[in-house]
């Protein structure tokens, strides 16, 4: 057939004729053998005369072969591999992606065959569960989950960080009102104290405040400075897991659904303190010394007979420095800002510069070199922390802090009647000059 092609280039099927099947090609040149015309044969065959005389002057059966066309979508295989991945398998996502970072216009229909081949690599690899077993102390998974919580009688969200050692799945879990670094880095703190030790190696999710960037292809890992700085103090290595792969860290992503569903769910608390409490409590009493699904055996005892002694030593190392200390000037509302949050000060620093320690749970503020006020760190952007005491003393009438957007209340007109007795002190100063200060009526 490579013969007949390469002696007759120009010999093609024509789109518009039938493609015949090889037997009846067989039959074409038999009969030509016999010295039968091509018009008697395709007589005699019922097929176009125009079929016998390529058939036969190939001299052999020629498949149809429809030309190779270059579409739209070549060159970008790897790139459709990648996003595919990245959003989940939604190939309508994918072509929303192809639009804006390609410049590439195809229909659904397209994208959805030109994936098709990633589709049963993607899921079977989500389903895939490599059970990743790890030598005594060396590998601690660290991760976040969250849950809304009835505390002190309001629903609030809590931050529920989890840790788990990867041999004997003893745990540690700390509820925080964020997710930022500084609750990271409070978590595994805490978790070093509660194991007694330091394990080889951390394995964490590729959260922002930890990882900078994770080349999916090239696995090149850029872990945030301080984490490195946070390593290094306690002498652990910090790993990420692959992206959009949670499985790899499967050991703590069960952990976080187990501390969820039983330590949290359906329970009401009276105070961020009874959450802790509840937590220690439950790790002690319950998730310690259950029976492990996979190893068969309490958390507790694997961990005391073969994983205590395989930890790092502390050492006696201090914590980790990782409180923020923040320059800030009051502002008019006495109120310093701190991550979009304002936190109250005591009016009569208005316009003064003072330091702000950021720590993982709270907000320290001095001035002077003196504690003037302490507040818990808010979880949400564009909230007040404000405290009544702060504006003790403060001319007019009681302070009522205002919402974000809300106008300031108008001012009473004063009686035309007797005037008001002056004013004795560091206060005999006119309402109106502390009105301008704060920037409204009080």
Not at 169 to 194: C, D, I, K, N, S
Not at 270 to 280: D, G, K, P
Not at 357 to 367: N, Q, T
Request: aromatic content about 8%.
């Amino acid at each position: 057939m490579k013969e007949a092609r390469e002696q007759h280039p120009g010999l093609r099927v024509s789109r518009r004729e039938r493609m015949q099947e090889p037997e009846a090609v067989a039959q074409m040149l038999a009969l030509a053998r016999l010295g039968w015309g091509t018009k008697r044969i395709a007589r005699e065959l019922g097929v176009a005369r125009n079929t016998v005389k390529r058939y036969v002057a190939a001299g052999c059966y020629v498949p149809y072969r429809s030309p190779a066309r270059e579409g739209k979508l070549a060159g970008l295989a790897t790139w459709l591999q990648v996003q595919f991945a990245q959003h989940r398998g939604n190939c309508d996502v994918v072509r929303q992606e192809l639009q804006r970072q390609q410049g590439v216009s195809v229909s659904l229909r397209t994208v959805e065959r030109a994936c098709r081949d990633y589709r049963a690599e993607w899921a079977a690899q989500a389903r895939a569960t490599v059970r990743f077993e790890t030598a005594p102390g060396q590998q601690l998974q660290i991760d976040f989950g969250s849950a809304t919580l009835e505390i002190d009688g309001a629903r609030q969200k809590v931050h529920v960080f989890v840790a788990t050692l990867g041999y004997s799945r003893l745990g540690y879990v700390a509820a925080f009102r964020h997710e930022r670094q500084a609750a990271w880095l409070a978590g595994l703190e805490g978790a070093f104290a509660h194991f007694g030790g330091i394990p080889r190696e951390v394995l964490l999710d590729n959260a922002k405040a930890l990882v900078l960037s994770h080349d999916i292809q090239t696995r090149e890992v850029r872990f945030n400075e301080r984490l490195l700085a946070f390593a290094r103090h306690w002498g652990f290595t910090p790993k990420a897991c692959a992206p959009f792969r949670p499985r790899t860290k499967g050991k703590d992503e069960n952990g976080v659904g187990y501390v969820k569903k039983n330590a949290l769910a359906g329970h009401v608390f009276a105070s961020w303190e009874a959450l802790s409490a509840h937590l220690v409590r439950w790790q002690r009493e319950v998730s310690d010394v259950r029976c492990h699904g996979t190893t068969a055996e309490a958390p507790r005892l694997r961990f005391e007979r073969d994983e205590r002694a395989a930890l790092q030593p502390l050492a006696g190392k201090p914590p980790f420095a990782q409180a923020r200390e923040l320059q800030r000037v009051v502002s008019s509302e006495a109120c310093v800002e701190v991550d979009t949050n304002r936190y109250s000060v005591p009016w009569r620093l208005i316009g003064e510069s003072v330091s702000v320690l950021v720590e993982a749970d709270s907000i320290a503020v001095r001035h002077g070199g003196q504690a003037v006020a302490h507040h818990v760190l808010l979880g949400g952007q564009r909230q007040r922390a404000i405290e009544p005491a702060h504006f003790d003393g403060l001319v007019g009438r009681a302070f009522q802090p205002r919402t974000e957007g809300e106008a300031a209340p108008a001012v009473p007109a004063p009686p035309s009647a007797a005037p008001a007795a002056p004013l004795s002190g560091e206060l005999a100063r006119p309402l109106a000059d502390y009105e301008a200060v704060t920037g409204g009526s009080f």
